[in-house]
């Protein structure tokens, strides 16, 4: 989470985001695809709750098990996908097609292996 952190600080910092943000485009079709995009993330983790739940306490109430389950996973996917959209907004070609690169390069080479270890996980799973 630090570095993730960071990078969003490195990104926000470096960046000239006012120009992003005073002349926004609203493009519908896009907005559609991300919004699906999105409630597709969501629902994927439903499983997830239903096969961990069955783990708990029957006093754990229904309630408390979906609202923590969905903060997390509702967080988590804000920050990433607002990151992603951040970035490739104040970057546009130097971004697209270059992801990892530019991320990377957002913290720096002393950056890199902290990064590798905060991905790999996820990325094993």
Known sequence: ???????????????????VLAAPEFDGPAFLLALSLTASWQLTFGPYVADTSRYLPTSTWVRTTFWWTYGGTTLGATWA????????????????????????????????????LAIAPSASS
């Open 81 to 116: 996908m607002s990151f992603g959209a951040l970035a490739y907004s104040v970057a546009g070609s130097a971004f697209k097609g270059n992801e990892v690169p530019y991320v990377v390069g957002l913290g720096g080479e002393a950056l890199l292996i902290p990064l590798l």
């Open 1 to 19: 989470m630090v570095v993730f952190v960071y990078l969003t600080f490195r990104l926000v910092t470096t960046h000239d985001l006012g120009a």
